[in-house]
């Protein structure tokens, strides 16, 4: 596994305690300690934790199987959620969800939107062209 380290002039001090809380992210800072995959993933700070390949590209691959999963997916609403979703962790809830639903506002007129439901109801695989 690799390991996950934390170095406060990189943001640490302050994006830590906000993943895992105030407690443990003095704990993980005041020892410098440097986790393995399997913890950090336990702890919140990372998706997967995959074991390493003789090839040593195990991340690589799984990275790859996470984009074959994205893909396929609505372009315009993929770029929409991610804006509202980095948007809206830095606010207030109130102010978040305002976001999000001016986000979605710009899906709503989409064709890839139309087509998103017309698939749905035909019960088929969606081919969204991110119009």
């Excluded at 990275?63 to 959620?81: K, N, S, Y």
């Excluded at 102010?95 to 064709?111: D, N, R």
């Amino acid at each position: 596994m690799e390991t996950f380290g934390f170095v406060n002039e990189r943001g640490g001090t302050q994006r830590l305690p906000r993943t895992v809380g105030v407690s443990i992210a003095k704990e993980l800072i005041f020892a410098a300690r440097v986790l393995s995959g399997d913890e950090a993933k336990s702890l919140g700070l990372v998706n997967h934790a995959v074991e390493q390949n003789q090839s040593g590209d195990a991340a690589y691959l799984r990275a790859l199987d996470l984009a074959r999963e994205f893909i396929p997916q609505g372009p315009i609403a993929i770029r929409m959620a991610k804006l509202a979703i980095n948007q809206g962790i830095e606010v207030d809830l109130k102010t978040g969800l305002a976001i999000e639903e001016a986000c979605y506002a710009q899906v709503i007129p989409t064709k890839d939107r139309l087509e998103g439901l017309l698939a749905f109801k035909e019960k088929r695989p969606p081919c969204y062209k991110g119009e």
